[in-house]
């Protein structure tokens, strides 16, 4: 099993985690996207995923892409320490949490976005910055409300062992504290996160952490 | 069972596909995302939904966000005409395919995102109808090249019955449309778009066919 990935890919720091919780050995196989125009657009990547986007998984001959589909993937295929839970409402619950990152925050904030706002629009640094932090603010304020008030939250997202929606919580909230937004206002998430970032499996995939990081 | 859902929201159409698939009989409940400053940000639905988006499912004291979440928790609770396959490497592929649009095409496009264009950052008309073109094409052009060479596409994205990817295609093609995109580009998506609206159950959840559209 390999994965593509990137140090600081939000989406790809997921992956590394639902990898870890589980025990999984899969290569990891580094694609840089700032060097040299960004090697996902190469012909060898470009032929593995024409979206050109990471994580890529490789298992088995299929090239999977799309970070949440392949942490189903990987629990529904390595059913050690499971990372969804084991009833629909549940499960409905712990993949909301974890679009609401994956669809509605992070995508709007990702890089290539970001760089079409100042390559093509013109947008300054400093209007730049206020959008990421519009997007995290949003979505992050939206999640607090809900993750404090219901009662399925415990340690963790959801209940008190880690979950899908925690892989996506820890990475945000790292991209969140690089972009200097002010995580104060969402005690209960970072208070979550905090007990993740304790856990070996959640540091050891942390974008400092990796062989291709600098 | 309660949809929240407003007509020309592709996130809605899509669950609405599925509702309809399935035979599910549900109360839509539109919420007008743009009269009065928009309904979704009134109290009544801001205590349903923090996230103040559209689709919302309430059943059985469950109110549940996110259309691919939700579709997936119609899927396990009513098991006909079933929307995932069978097998755990189809629903990765199928998945994978609901998310390259529901994570990196639609949210970018999204109604708050363009109003953020505008409003914050003055961009004009033109240029934003050229950012919406960009990631719709962006995004179709990966999925065109992944649909037409995997084996596993049949008359529809995965297969020959309709699953979660189509329920997404059809109303990211359909908003693609009203906002002028060529979709000459995507010959295979555009036959199984085609093919998915000779349905009944895709032909009534469109926009123009909802009760609150006018």
Redesign the interface.
Known sequence: MKLYTYFRSSAAYRVRIALNLKGIDAELVPVHLLKDGGEQFGPAYDALN????VPLLEH?G?A???S???I??LD??HPQQPLLPPD??G???V??LS??I???I???DNLR?LK??SD??D?SLD?KG??YR?WVAL?L??LE??VSRDRETGSFCHGDTPTMADCCLVPQLYNARRFDCDLAPYPTLTAIASRCEALPAFDAASPDKQPDAR
């Open positions: 024409p979206q050109h986007l088995d299929m999977l892409g799309q949440l589909a392949i189903e993937y529904e295929t629909a409402r499960r409905a619950r993949r909301a679009q609401a994956a669809c509605d992070h995508p709007i976005v079409y706002l093509k629009l947008v209007q206020a959008w519009h979505g304020e939206a409300r809900q």
